[in-house]
Protein backbone atom coordinates (compact mmCIF):
# COMPACT_ATOMS: atom_id res chain seq x y z
CA UNK A 1 0.00 0.00 0.00
CA UNK A 2 1.25 3.41 -1.22
CA UNK A 3 2.11 5.41 2.24
CA UNK A 4 0.74 8.93 2.23
CA UNK A 5 2.91 12.19 0.87
CA UNK A 6 3.91 14.53 3.60
CA UNK A 7 0.67 17.24 2.96
CA UNK A 8 -1.56 14.80 2.91
CA UNK A 9 -0.11 12.81 6.32
CA UNK A 10 -0.44 16.80 8.01
CA UNK A 11 -4.00 16.69 6.39
CA UNK A 12 -4.83 13.23 7.61
CA UNK A 13 -3.65 14.03 11.14
CA UNK A 14 -5.89 17.36 11.15
CA UNK A 15 -8.68 15.18 10.24
CA UNK A 16 -7.78 12.30 12.93
CA UNK A 17 -8.05 15.62 15.81
CA UNK A 18 -11.67 16.65 14.59
CA UNK A 19 -12.52 13.24 14.92
CA UNK A 20 -10.89 12.63 18.30
CA UNK A 21 -11.95 15.78 19.32
CA UNK A 22 -15.62 15.29 18.44
CA UNK A 23 -15.77 12.12 20.34
CA UNK A 24 -13.85 13.51 23.59
CA UNK A 25 -16.93 16.24 23.76
CA UNK A 26 -19.58 13.38 23.48
CA UNK A 27 -17.52 10.64 25.89
CA UNK A 28 -17.06 13.59 28.51
CA UNK A 29 -20.65 13.94 29.14
CA UNK A 30 -20.95 10.63 30.73
CA UNK A 31 -17.59 11.30 32.97
CA UNK A 32 -18.66 14.68 33.71
CA UNK A 33 -21.97 13.20 35.09
CA UNK A 34 -20.54 10.57 36.87
CA UNK A 35 -17.90 12.84 38.61
CA UNK A 36 -20.86 15.47 39.51
CA UNK A 37 -23.35 12.13 40.63
CA UNK A 38 -21.23 9.14 41.70
CA UNK A 39 -20.47 10.06 44.82
CA UNK A 40 -24.15 11.43 46.09
CA UNK A 41 -25.63 8.16 44.06
CA UNK A 42 -23.02 5.83 46.27
CA UNK A 43 -23.91 7.71 49.38
CA UNK A 44 -27.69 7.15 48.84
CA UNK A 45 -27.94 3.80 47.52
CA UNK A 46 -25.14 2.75 50.50
CA UNK A 47 -27.20 5.03 53.11
CA UNK A 48 -23.54 5.53 54.81
CA UNK A 49 -21.56 9.33 53.19
CA UNK A 50 -18.00 7.17 53.77
CA UNK A 51 -18.58 4.71 51.13
CA UNK A 52 -19.29 7.52 48.48
CA UNK A 53 -15.55 8.25 47.72
CA UNK A 54 -15.95 4.37 46.28
CA UNK A 55 -17.76 6.16 43.54
CA UNK A 56 -14.98 7.85 42.35
CA UNK A 57 -12.69 4.80 43.20
CA UNK A 58 -14.59 2.52 40.96
CA UNK A 59 -14.09 5.27 38.43
CA UNK A 60 -11.01 5.30 38.20
CA UNK A 61 -10.19 1.47 38.88
CA UNK A 62 -12.47 0.88 35.67
CA UNK A 63 -10.15 2.87 33.82
CA UNK A 64 -7.04 1.06 35.21
CA UNK A 65 -7.92 -2.40 34.40
CA UNK A 66 -8.54 -1.28 31.29
CA UNK A 67 -5.80 0.38 29.99
CA UNK A 68 -2.89 -2.06 28.93
CA UNK A 69 -5.43 -4.17 27.42
CA UNK A 70 -7.06 -1.78 25.25
CA UNK A 71 -3.31 -0.61 24.74
CA UNK A 72 -2.61 -3.94 23.44
CA UNK A 73 -5.63 -4.10 21.66
CA UNK A 74 -4.83 -0.85 19.61
CA UNK A 75 -1.37 -2.01 19.14
CA UNK A 76 -2.89 -4.83 17.16
CA UNK A 77 -6.04 -3.65 15.06
CA UNK A 78 -5.65 -0.31 15.85
CA UNK A 79 -6.59 3.37 17.76
CA UNK A 80 -10.54 2.25 15.71
CA UNK A 81 -11.30 -1.01 17.51
CA UNK A 82 -9.71 0.18 20.42
CA UNK A 83 -11.69 3.62 21.49
CA UNK A 84 -15.35 2.04 20.13
CA UNK A 85 -14.85 -1.24 22.67
CA UNK A 86 -14.28 1.55 25.35
CA UNK A 87 -17.52 3.09 24.28
CA UNK A 88 -19.34 0.18 24.41
CA UNK A 89 -17.55 -0.67 28.14
CA UNK A 90 -19.51 2.69 28.79
CA UNK A 91 -22.81 2.21 27.46
CA UNK A 92 -23.51 -1.00 29.21
CA UNK A 93 -21.74 0.55 32.17
CA UNK A 94 -24.86 3.45 32.90
CA UNK A 95 -27.56 0.98 32.33
CA UNK A 96 -26.36 -0.92 35.17
CA UNK A 97 -26.19 2.34 37.06
CA UNK A 98 -29.55 3.34 36.30
CA UNK A 99 -30.96 -0.78 36.96
CA UNK A 100 -28.90 -0.37 40.34
CA UNK A 101 -30.36 2.79 41.22
CA UNK A 102 -33.38 1.53 41.01
CA UNK A 103 -33.18 -1.50 43.18
CA UNK A 104 -31.05 0.02 45.60
CA UNK A 105 -28.30 -2.68 45.22
CA UNK A 106 -24.88 -0.93 46.29
CA UNK A 107 -22.22 -3.82 45.01
CA UNK A 108 -24.41 -3.31 41.39
CA UNK A 109 -24.01 0.50 41.08
CA UNK A 110 -20.19 0.39 41.85
CA UNK A 111 -20.20 -2.16 38.79
CA UNK A 112 -21.44 -0.16 36.98
CA UNK A 113 -19.40 2.88 37.47
CA UNK A 114 -16.18 0.70 37.00
CA UNK A 115 -17.58 -0.22 33.33
CA UNK A 116 -18.61 4.03 33.22
CA UNK A 117 -14.60 3.71 34.15
CA UNK A 118 -13.52 1.65 31.50
CA UNK A 119 -15.03 3.59 28.72
CA UNK A 120 -13.04 6.60 30.01
CA UNK A 121 -9.99 4.63 29.37
CA UNK A 122 -10.45 4.85 25.89
CA UNK A 123 -10.90 8.75 26.29
CA UNK A 124 -7.94 9.07 28.20
CA UNK A 125 -5.87 6.72 25.02
CA UNK A 126 -7.82 9.51 22.46
CA UNK A 127 -4.94 11.89 23.87
CA UNK A 128 -1.75 9.48 23.06
CA UNK A 129 -3.98 8.81 19.33
CA UNK A 130 -3.59 12.56 18.79
CA UNK A 131 -0.11 12.21 18.52
CA UNK A 132 0.62 9.02 16.46
CA UNK A 133 0.80 11.03 13.49
CA UNK A 134 1.93 14.15 14.62
CA UNK A 135 5.73 15.98 14.54
CA UNK A 136 7.53 16.37 17.31
CA UNK A 137 7.20 20.52 17.43
CA UNK A 138 3.50 20.26 17.90
CA UNK A 139 2.65 16.65 19.78
CA UNK A 140 2.23 19.01 22.43
CA UNK A 141 -0.48 21.28 21.50
CA UNK A 142 -2.45 18.27 19.06
CA UNK A 143 -2.73 16.21 22.22
CA UNK A 144 -3.82 19.41 24.23
CA UNK A 145 -6.53 20.36 21.49
CA UNK A 146 -8.35 16.22 22.16
CA UNK A 147 -8.07 17.45 26.26
CA UNK A 148 -9.58 20.60 25.42
CA UNK A 149 -12.55 18.64 23.75
CA UNK A 150 -13.65 17.39 26.90
CA UNK A 151 -14.33 20.68 28.32
CA UNK A 152 -17.39 20.77 26.53
CA UNK A 153 -18.89 17.56 27.61
CA UNK A 154 -17.63 17.72 30.66
CA UNK A 155 -19.11 21.02 31.80
CA UNK A 156 -21.91 19.51 29.94
CA UNK A 157 -22.19 16.48 31.95
CA UNK A 158 -23.02 18.96 35.58
CA UNK A 159 -25.04 20.97 34.21
CA UNK A 160 -27.64 18.46 33.24
CA UNK A 161 -28.09 17.34 36.71
CA UNK A 162 -30.95 19.98 36.83
CA UNK A 163 -32.54 19.08 33.35
CA UNK A 164 -31.87 15.83 33.62
CA UNK A 165 -33.55 15.17 37.18
CA UNK A 166 -36.98 16.76 35.47
CA UNK A 167 -36.60 14.33 32.50
CA UNK A 168 -36.15 11.21 34.35
CA UNK A 169 -38.79 12.09 36.74
CA UNK A 170 -41.59 12.38 33.60
CA UNK A 171 -40.34 9.38 32.24
CA UNK A 172 -40.30 7.47 35.27
CA UNK A 173 -36.23 7.08 35.96
CA UNK A 174 -34.99 6.08 39.27
CA UNK A 175 -33.92 9.52 41.23
CA UNK A 176 -30.67 11.41 40.40
CA UNK A 177 -30.49 9.28 37.15
CA UNK A 178 -32.02 11.64 35.01
CA UNK A 179 -28.68 12.95 33.51
CA UNK A 180 -27.23 9.30 32.60
CA UNK A 181 -29.62 9.49 29.72
CA UNK A 182 -27.86 12.40 27.68
CA UNK A 183 -24.92 10.05 28.36
CA UNK A 184 -26.55 7.45 26.60
CA UNK A 185 -27.74 9.19 23.98
CA UNK A 186 -23.98 10.23 23.69
CA UNK A 187 -22.44 7.61 24.07
CA UNK A 188 -24.03 5.87 21.13
CA UNK A 189 -23.28 8.93 18.85
CA UNK A 190 -19.37 8.24 19.45
CA UNK A 191 -19.36 4.81 19.08
CA UNK A 192 -20.70 5.44 15.71
CA UNK A 193 -18.23 8.47 14.96
CA UNK A 194 -15.34 6.15 15.65
CA UNK A 195 -16.36 3.57 13.56
CA UNK A 196 -17.45 5.39 10.81
CA UNK A 197 -14.44 8.49 10.53
CA UNK A 198 -11.45 7.22 12.19
CA UNK A 199 -10.09 6.04 9.40
CA UNK A 200 -7.16 5.49 8.41
CA UNK A 201 -6.25 4.79 11.44
CA UNK A 202 -3.45 6.75 13.07
CA UNK A 203 -1.74 4.11 14.98
CA UNK A 204 -1.20 1.86 12.09
CA UNK A 205 -0.09 4.38 9.70
CA UNK A 206 2.20 5.86 11.65
CA UNK A 207 3.49 2.48 12.15
CA UNK A 208 3.52 1.72 8.47
CA UNK A 209 5.65 4.69 7.80
CA UNK A 210 8.05 4.46 10.24
CA UNK A 211 8.65 0.83 9.13
CA UNK A 212 9.30 1.96 5.60
CA UNK A 213 12.05 3.88 6.91
CA UNK A 214 15.44 1.68 8.81
CA UNK A 215 17.14 4.84 9.62
CA UNK A 216 14.34 6.79 11.20
CA UNK A 217 13.46 3.83 13.20
CA UNK A 218 17.14 3.53 14.04
CA UNK A 219 17.69 7.65 14.99
CA UNK A 220 13.95 6.73 17.04
CA UNK A 221 15.53 3.99 19.15
CA UNK A 222 18.12 6.12 19.22
CA UNK A 223 16.12 8.25 21.81
CA UNK A 224 14.73 5.92 24.43
CA UNK A 225 15.11 7.48 27.75
CA UNK A 226 13.44 5.02 30.38
CA UNK A 227 14.37 7.45 33.26
CA UNK A 228 12.56 10.39 32.07
CA UNK A 229 9.62 7.88 31.14
CA UNK A 230 9.60 6.62 34.41
CA UNK A 231 9.24 10.21 35.62
CA UNK A 232 6.97 11.42 33.54
CA UNK A 233 4.84 8.25 34.55
CA UNK A 234 4.98 9.40 38.49
CA UNK A 235 3.90 12.86 37.31
CA UNK A 236 0.98 12.13 35.74
CA UNK A 237 -0.33 9.52 38.31
CA UNK A 238 0.89 11.75 41.64
CA UNK A 239 -1.15 14.64 39.82
CA UNK A 240 -3.83 12.35 39.17
CA UNK A 241 -3.82 11.61 42.40
CA UNK A 242 -4.28 14.98 44.25
CA UNK A 243 -7.12 15.56 41.80
CA UNK A 244 -8.75 12.55 42.58
CA UNK A 245 -8.75 12.38 45.97
CA UNK A 246 -9.69 15.94 46.58
CA UNK A 247 -12.45 16.20 44.03
CA UNK A 248 -14.10 13.04 45.03
CA UNK A 249 -14.86 14.33 48.29
CA UNK A 250 -16.03 17.63 47.45
CA UNK A 251 -19.68 16.84 46.43
CA UNK A 252 -20.08 15.37 50.25
CA UNK A 253 -18.62 18.36 51.15
CA UNK A 254 -20.60 20.96 49.63
CA UNK A 255 -23.64 18.52 50.81
CA UNK A 256 -22.68 19.55 54.00
CA UNK A 257 -22.46 22.84 53.59
CA UNK A 258 -25.71 23.30 51.67
CA UNK A 259 -27.35 21.75 54.75
CA UNK A 260 -25.45 23.55 57.53
CA UNK A 261 -26.67 27.19 55.48
CA UNK A 262 -30.33 25.76 55.21
CA UNK A 263 -30.45 24.82 58.82
CA UNK A 264 -30.34 21.06 58.07
CA UNK A 265 -33.29 21.26 55.62
CA UNK A 266 -31.60 21.29 52.08
CA UNK A 267 -33.05 20.10 49.23
CA UNK A 268 -31.75 17.74 46.74
CA UNK A 269 -31.94 20.89 44.20
CA UNK A 270 -30.08 22.81 46.53
CA UNK A 271 -26.94 20.34 46.62
CA UNK A 272 -27.29 19.08 43.15
CA UNK A 273 -26.96 23.07 42.00
CA UNK A 274 -24.19 23.51 44.11
CA UNK A 275 -22.40 20.24 43.43
CA UNK A 276 -23.19 20.61 39.90
CA UNK A 277 -21.67 24.36 39.05
CA UNK A 278 -18.82 24.08 41.14
CA UNK A 279 -17.74 20.51 39.54
CA UNK A 280 -18.86 21.96 36.18
CA UNK A 281 -16.46 25.06 37.15
CA UNK A 282 -13.87 22.25 38.14
CA UNK A 283 -13.76 20.00 34.73
CA UNK A 284 -12.89 23.63 33.18
CA UNK A 285 -10.08 23.88 34.57
CA UNK A 286 -9.00 19.98 34.06
CA UNK A 287 -9.52 21.01 30.25
CA UNK A 288 -10.38 24.60 29.13
CA UNK A 289 -6.62 25.80 28.83
CA UNK A 290 -5.08 22.20 27.98
CA UNK A 291 -4.41 23.97 24.56
CA UNK A 292 -2.30 26.71 26.02
CA UNK A 293 -0.60 24.33 28.28
CA UNK A 294 0.17 21.92 25.89
CA UNK A 295 1.90 25.27 23.58
CA UNK A 296 4.06 26.55 26.87
CA UNK A 297 4.69 22.36 26.66
CA UNK A 298 6.09 22.78 22.66
CA UNK A 299 7.75 26.13 23.62
CA UNK A 300 9.05 26.44 27.38
CA UNK A 301 10.04 22.55 27.92
CA UNK A 302 7.82 19.73 29.17
CA UNK A 303 9.15 19.49 32.60
CA UNK A 304 8.81 23.27 33.07
CA UNK A 305 4.79 23.37 32.55
CA UNK A 306 4.81 20.22 34.52
CA UNK A 307 6.55 22.42 37.82
CA UNK A 308 4.36 24.80 36.60
CA UNK A 309 1.00 21.80 37.59
CA UNK A 310 2.55 21.39 40.81
CA UNK A 311 2.39 25.21 41.81
CA UNK A 312 -1.28 25.69 40.80
CA UNK A 313 -1.76 21.81 42.42
CA UNK A 314 -0.16 23.93 45.30
CA UNK A 315 -2.37 26.84 45.34
CA UNK A 316 -5.56 24.97 45.00
CA UNK A 317 -4.68 22.92 48.36
CA UNK A 318 -3.97 26.07 49.85
CA UNK A 319 -7.43 27.36 48.98
CA UNK A 320 -8.99 23.91 50.37
CA UNK A 321 -7.29 24.58 53.69
CA UNK A 322 -7.68 28.20 54.46
CA UNK A 323 -11.14 28.52 52.98
CA UNK A 324 -12.98 25.05 52.85
CA UNK A 325 -15.64 26.74 54.81
CA UNK A 326 -16.40 28.91 51.92
CA UNK A 327 -18.72 27.67 48.73
CA UNK A 328 -16.20 30.62 46.65
CA UNK A 329 -13.00 29.47 48.14
CA UNK A 330 -13.81 25.85 47.25
CA UNK A 331 -14.87 26.61 43.72
CA UNK A 332 -11.47 28.28 43.49
CA UNK A 333 -9.82 25.60 45.03
CA UNK A 334 -11.68 23.31 42.76
CA UNK A 335 -10.55 25.31 39.83
CA UNK A 336 -7.10 25.84 40.33
CA UNK A 337 -7.08 21.85 41.11
CA UNK A 338 -9.00 21.57 37.48
CA UNK A 339 -5.51 23.50 36.10
CA UNK A 340 -2.88 22.01 38.02
CA UNK A 341 -4.41 18.49 37.35
CA UNK A 342 -4.23 19.94 33.42
CA UNK A 343 -0.66 21.17 33.01
CA UNK A 344 0.73 18.52 34.97
CA UNK A 345 -0.80 15.74 32.68
CA UNK A 346 -0.75 17.40 29.39
CA UNK A 347 3.01 18.13 29.31
CA UNK A 348 3.52 14.82 31.73
CA UNK A 349 1.96 12.89 28.48
CA UNK A 350 3.73 14.55 25.75
CA UNK A 351 7.09 14.24 27.73
CA UNK A 352 6.53 10.55 28.01
CA UNK A 353 5.85 9.83 24.83
CA UNK A 354 8.58 12.38 23.47
CA UNK A 355 11.08 10.15 26.13
CA UNK A 356 9.95 6.90 24.50
CA UNK A 357 11.14 5.10 21.31
CA UNK A 358 8.12 4.25 18.60
CA UNK A 359 8.61 0.71 19.94
CA UNK A 360 7.89 0.79 23.53
CA UNK A 361 5.20 3.86 22.98
CA UNK A 362 1.76 2.47 22.85
CA UNK A 363 3.28 0.16 25.58
CA UNK A 364 4.38 2.51 28.10
CA UNK A 365 1.32 4.89 27.28
CA UNK A 366 -1.38 1.99 28.20
CA UNK A 367 0.77 2.00 31.64
CA UNK A 368 0.66 5.24 32.70
CA UNK A 369 -3.04 5.48 32.10
CA UNK A 370 -3.47 2.12 34.24
CA UNK A 371 -0.99 3.23 36.54
CA UNK A 372 -2.88 6.69 36.71
CA UNK A 373 -6.37 4.98 37.15
CA UNK A 374 -5.06 2.44 39.91
CA UNK A 375 -3.34 5.65 41.94
CA UNK A 376 -7.06 7.31 41.31
CA UNK A 377 -8.99 4.81 42.93
CA UNK A 378 -7.01 4.44 45.64
CA UNK A 379 -6.93 7.86 46.21
CA UNK A 380 -10.47 8.07 46.10
CA UNK A 381 -10.71 5.40 48.50
CA UNK A 382 -8.40 6.79 51.07
CA UNK A 383 -10.12 10.28 50.80
CA UNK A 384 -13.38 9.06 52.59
CA UNK A 385 -11.06 7.97 55.21
CA UNK A 386 -8.47 10.70 56.30
CA UNK A 387 -12.00 13.20 55.72
CA UNK A 388 -13.74 11.35 57.93
CA UNK A 389 -10.50 11.51 60.84
CA UNK A 390 -9.32 14.84 59.06
CA UNK A 391 -12.00 16.72 57.68
CA UNK A 392 -11.72 18.57 54.40
CA UNK A 393 -8.40 20.89 55.50
CA UNK A 394 -6.71 17.55 56.61
CA UNK A 395 -6.96 15.87 52.91
CA UNK A 396 -5.50 18.89 51.81
CA UNK A 397 -2.49 18.81 53.80
CA UNK A 398 -1.86 14.65 53.40
CA UNK A 399 -2.10 15.60 49.61
CA UNK A 400 0.38 18.08 48.95
CA UNK A 401 2.85 15.77 50.55
CA UNK A 402 2.58 14.22 46.52
CA UNK A 403 3.01 17.87 45.05
CA UNK A 404 6.05 17.89 47.14
CA UNK A 405 7.32 14.54 46.62
CA UNK A 406 6.89 14.93 41.91
CA UNK A 407 9.00 18.47 42.53
CA UNK A 408 11.86 17.08 44.60
CA UNK A 409 12.08 13.92 41.79
CA UNK A 410 12.18 16.39 39.21
CA UNK A 411 15.50 16.37 38.14
CA UNK A 412 15.02 12.59 36.63
CA UNK A 413 12.66 14.26 34.34
CA UNK A 414 15.66 16.41 32.57
CA UNK A 415 16.35 15.37 28.73
CA UNK A 416 17.83 18.12 26.09
CA UNK A 417 14.84 18.80 24.87
CA UNK A 418 12.26 18.12 28.43
Not at 146 to 172: D, H, K, M, R, S
Not at 277 to 298: C, E, K, N, Q, R
Request: proline letters at 4%; glycine letters at 10%; charged letters at 10%.
Amino acid sequence: MTLPTLDRQQAIQRRTVIVLSSGQVLGGIAFGATVSLGALLAADVSGDDALSGLATASVTLGAALCAIPLARLAMKLGRRWALTLGNLFALVGIAVVILAAALRIFPLLLVGIVMIGAGNAGNLQSRFAATDLASPRHRGRDLSIVVWATTIGGVTGPLLLGPGEIVGQAIGMPPQTGSYLFSLVAQVAAFILYIVALRPDPLLLSQRILASSANQAQSEQRRDHPTVARYAMFAIAGAHIVMVSVMAMTPIHLSHMAQDAHGGHATSTDVTTLVGVTIAAHVAGMYALSPVFGILADRWGRLRVVLLGQALLGASLAFAFFMNDQAGGVMIALVLLGLGWSASTVSGAALLTEATTPALRTRRQGRSDSLMSFCGAGGAVLAGVIMSNFQYSGLAVIAAVVVVAIVIASPLGRTRTA
